[in-house]
Structures are given as structure tokens and as C-alpha cells.
């Protein structure tokens, strides 16, 4: 990746607030941050919050707030302003119209009055005839009288792009090299959608352009879109920033992360004790060599010894077992009064002690007993007796399908309070046919790992969702694990005849 003197480097994250905020946000901004500290720019965070289907209120406080605890300070955003606010999309939608006008007076650009469901037709058709694109061009040619007419009766229709119907469209990846896509194999990409919300592909470039970003250092799930943000930029005339796709963070099957499979929710990892300078310093070992097979160093020593060209293509396998080495390494460093400062803020916090406290306290009758009655709420990972996670007449296997099909209820979830979790778990009871006792339990024992605890959706509301989560995938892996029962053979057929 290259930096030139004559354009100040400008590189952002732009996380969208739709769940819990991500690991791999972390994981990206991290490289962000290095990268402008390393060449004195300027890193900023812009909230890319024009899906509303997906769009959740709390999302974009608690990304702003685990970004600020992971410790990646930022110069321009939406809460620190800049010279280029506002740093939310949905505040900059105006914008957004009058660059796909630009566009569609340019001829680069057309409305297309497709219905969803003409849409989804074509592009099951598309695919069984093992055709590239979702979409057939319908729209693209259409003469003006018709538009004319279409928009006149109020018909809603969406704004695409033009992509060039032959050619090669061709960026340079910091990381890659050239990388070139055929042009006929890329769909004409919506960019404005009927409800006049932009979507991501015409917001980003618009936004990188306006915020001047000289580089773009996002995560490679991003390079089939390149080339549409390559050729936006050529349609506007703009000059283009310098790409580098990171690889992803992995499972160790070599997924893409996800939380089926791995906490990756910051706020799991924050709630688990993890240190943010431990998760700095594992961040940037995720495809990046220090050297001399060095480990442990501080941001700043990466600052220092940053080279983007020394990060590696092969995909990093996010290893629980050596993010907790490195930090039990810091752990050890901390002084005593900071080890005990963190655990006070982080661990036994007046907000988590009040949130517990009124579940147990009429069940203890001495203080001496209150981390024996509580130690759930505040440990990792659990042990658990196989035996009381299986409804009785259940085999191991049966009562593991039990416990993820009930997480799977639970995933859909939007926020975490006691009456949504009964909700869900009542829904779940009616549609699984199943008695209040098959669920229950199991739930008690693997969130909890005891069979005598206070209520249990309070204790799983307290606990946290992304804690609750990978309590019963451990809990249903343990069960998986365990040899499925002898079946008895099945009795000898009398002779025939005889009974």
C-alpha cells in the first residue's frame, strides 16, 4: 500500500449498528488506527446506518462505547464531530440523492420499476440456467416516454448503476496486487432504494470521496464489490483511494467467523476479563508478523514497526486458548492496584452486583455465601454433569438438538430482557410441541450449570446473551460427545406358525 506526500492520509471504520458489536470491527479498526498513527492521519468512525430493516437504536452506543474501551481513539465521528459531519448516513441521505442524479443526468445510472417478486423470478431463473448477476437489465433500456410515464403514475422504482457490459475492470490491492473482474459478470447494483435510502455501495463511495479517505482498509468479504466502487468513482471523475482488503478473522475449520461457532461480540470479551491492551496486541497478530517471533508488544510498538505489506493472506484462526495466554501476560504485569481497579470496574461493578443481588438475597442467610450462590454470574466457561443436562427418556443427542433449537430462538432476539427470553422460550415450548420440563432444566443446567438457581430468565437477562450463548453450545457439544446408549437387539421371529 502506498502512501503518496501529496495526500494526507484518511482512513476510516464504518461499522454498521445492527447487533452486538463485532470482534471483527475491532479487528479492522485496529489496522485503521495503526496505519493513519503510523503516517500522521487521521483515523475516523462513520456510522453506516441506511439499513433500516436491520437497524438497531442501542447498536451504535455500544459500538462507539467497545471501541473506546478496546482503546482506539478516533479523530472525526459522530460523537467528537470533524470537519466533514455529520458522521451518520441517515443524517447525510439528501446527499445521497443528488449524487444518483449526478448519475442518472450523466446516463450512468437508471430507474428500474422491477417488482421484488418479478426480481426474485429472474433470479432463480438466472441460476438454474447457471447465469452470472441476479439481475437481467429489464430496466436498463427503457425508453423515455416510459419512464416519463412510470414515474408520473407514482410507480416506485429503484436507481442502478451501469456497469460497463464488457472489459475488465482492474484496482491494485495493497495486499494482492492488480485484481481485475470481467465487466459482464457484475450486476448493475442498486444504489438508491424506492424508500430513498441509499445503499452501501453509493453511500461508501459518496462518503469516502466527501471525507477525503485516501485509503480503504477493510476486511476482504469487500472485493467482489471493489470493482462497482471502482468504476462509481470513474463515473463521478473522482480521483480513487488505495485499497487493501484484510483477510478475515477464522474459525478453526477455517469459516469465517461467526457466533455459531465463537463469541464475537467485544462485549463477550470484555465481560470475560480480557484486558484491551492483551486484545490489541492478539488483534494484530491476526495476519500480521512483528518479527524475530515476538508476541507480546504494545500498540505503539506496532505503530512504530507497521508495515501493511508484512500482514499474510492465509486466514487467522481467532484462538480462544491463545488470547487467554497473552492475556494472562498482562494480567501478571498489572500492578495491584490496577489488577484490583479492573476487577471493581469490570468484574464486581456496582451495576452488575445490583443487577444480582436482589436474585439471590433471599436465598443466602450469611454474606460468607454469597459468591457460592452467585460464582455463575461471574465465571466462563462452565463443568457440567452430563446427566443432569438430559431430560429423562432423552439421548444425549436428542437433548443437544433440544438445547440449540432453543438458541436458536433466542438468537433472534433483539434486545435481552427477562420478557423477551420468556417469550421466546414460551414460543418455542408451542412450536416444538415440548413440556415446559423437556426445556427447562437442560437451560437451567447449562446457563447456570446447577439445577438450583434463582428464576432463569432473570439469571440468563443478567448473564448476557452473548455469555448464555456459548454456554449452551459448550453445553450441547458436551452432550454430542458422549457415546450414544446400546440399543437392545431386537427379539427373534418366532417360527412361522408359532406366537
Known amino acids: 500500500m502506498t502512501v503518496t506526500s501529496s495526500r494526507p492520509v484518511r482512513v476510516r471504520i464504518a461499522p454498521s449498528p445492527t447487533g452486538d458489536p463485532h470482534i471483527g470491527t475491532a479487528y479492522i479498526a485496529l489496522f485503521n488506527y495503526v496505519f493513519a498513527k ?27 462505547d467497545c471501541l473506546k474501551w478496546v482503546g482506539l481513539p478516533w479523530d472525526e465521528g459522530p460523537d467528537v464531530g470533524g470537519p466533514y459531519a455529520p458522521y451518520r448516513q441517515s443524517e447525510r441521505t439528501q446527499l445521497y440523492r443528488e449524487y444518483s442524479d449526478v448519475l442518472l443526468n450523466k446516463g450512468h445510472a437508471y430507474r428500474c420499476f422491477c417488482t421484488s417478486e418479478r426480481l426474485d423470478t429472474v433470479r432463480k ?24 410515464k412510470q414515474v408520473k403514475n407514482g410507480i416506485p422504482f429503484t436507481v442502478r448503476m451501469k456497469m460497463p457490459l464488457s472489459g475488465n475492470t482492474t484496482f491494485n490491492d495493497g495486499l494482492r496486487g492488480p485484481v481485475s473482474f470481467e465487466n459482464d459478470g457484475v450486476d448493475d447494483q442498486v444504489l438508491l432504494k424506492s424508500d430513498g435510502f441509499p445503499t452501501y455501495h453509493l453511500a461508501n463511495v459518496v462518503d469516502d470521496h466527501e471525507m477525503q479517505i485516501s485509503h480503504v482498509i477493510r476486511g476482504e468479504e469487500w472485493i467482489s464489490s471493489t470493482p462497482k466502487h471502482v468504476v462509481l468513482y470513474d463515473m463521478f471523475g473522482w480521483q480513487r483511494p488505495e485499497f487493501t482488503h484484510l483477510p478475515l478473522l477464522r474459525n478453526a475449520d477455517k469459516s469465517k467467523i461467526s457466533k455459531r461457532k465463537q463469541p464475537t461480540s467485544i462485549n463477550y470479551y470484555r465481560r470475560k476479563g480480557i484486558l484491551p491492551d492483551a486484545l490489541r496486541n492478539y488483534l494484530a497478530l491476526m495476519g500480521w508478523s512483528y518479527g524475530d517471533d515476538k508476541e507480546i508488544f504494545t500498540t505503539q510498538d506496532m505503530i512504530e514497526h507497521f508495515s501493511i505489506e508484512r500482514m499474510t493472506l492465509g486466514g487467522p484462526v481467532f484462538d480462544l486458548e491463545k488470547l487467554a495466554w497473552i492475556n494472562g501476560h498482562y494480567m501478571r504485569s498489572l500492578p495491584s492496584d490496577a489488577y484490583v481497579s479492573h476487577l471493581r470496574e469490570e468484574i464486581f461493578s456496582a451495576d452488575a452486583l445490583s443487577k444480582i443481588v436482589p436474585l439471590i438475597r433471599e436465598r443466602i442467610e450469611k454474606f460468607e455465601d454469597f459468591i457460592g450462590a452467585s460464582y455463575f454470574f461471574f465465571s466462563g466457561d462452565l463443568k457440567y454433569d452430563p446427566q443432569l443436562l438430559m431430560p429423562k427418556g432423552r439421548t444425549p443427542a436428542e437433548a443437544a438438538a433440544i438445547l440449540t433449537d432453543a438458541l436458536d430462538a433466542l438468537e433472534v432476539l433483539e434486545s435481552w430482557t427477562v420478557a423477551d427470553i420468556t417469550a421466546a422460550m414460551e414460543g418455542f415450548l408451542a412450536a416444538k410441541n415440548l413440556k415446559a420440563k423437556d426445556v427447562y432444566m437442560p437451560l437451567r443446567v447449562a446457563t447456570t450449570g446447577s439445577k438450583e438457581t434463582p428464576p432463569l430468565f432473570d439469571s440468563m437477562a443478567v448473564i448476557g446473551k452473548e455469555m448464555v450463548r456459548r454456554r449452551i453450545r459448550c453445553a450441547a457439544t458436551l452432550l454430542l460427545s458422549l457415546p450414544m446408549p446400546e440399543q437392545s437387539p431386537a427379539p427373534a421371529k418366532s417360527p412361522a406358525g408359532k406366537n
Open 125 to 148: 431463473e438466472r441460476m438454474s440456467q447457471k447465469l452470472q448477476g441476479g439481475y437481467d437489465r429489464h430496466c436498463r433500456d427503457l425508453p423515455w416516454p416510459e419512464i416519463e
Open 38 to 64: 503510523k503516517h500522521g492521519g487521521k483515523f475516523i468512525v462513520r456510522i453506516e446506518d441506511t439499513d433500516q430493516t436491520r437497524f438497531r437504536k442501542d447498536s451504535e452506543s455500544m459500538i462507539l
